[in-house]
């Protein structure tokens, strides 16, 4: 996938920190809707390997 060609929609909001403006801008990727499907299991599989990875590690306390 190349960056270059990709569009953002753009969302910015000000918000007040100690007295201080500080401004946050969220960009997200217009994607179509395959694109979003085929990210979206990407980031699912992804996930789904983290939380594998680490549910065993915690014994887990007997239910009572």
Do not use: C, W
Request: proline share 6%; net charge positive.
């Amino acid at each position: 996938m190349n960056q270059d060609t990709h569009r953002f929609s753009r969302e910015t909001r000000t918000a007040m920190f100690q007295g201080r403006p500080i401004t946050v801008t969220h960009l997200t990727p217009i994607l179509s809707p395959e694109q979003r499907a085929r990210r979206k299991r990407e980031i699912e599989s992804q996930l789904y390997g983290v939380f594998s990875k680490y549910r065993g590690s915690k014994k887990q306390e007997p239910r009572g």
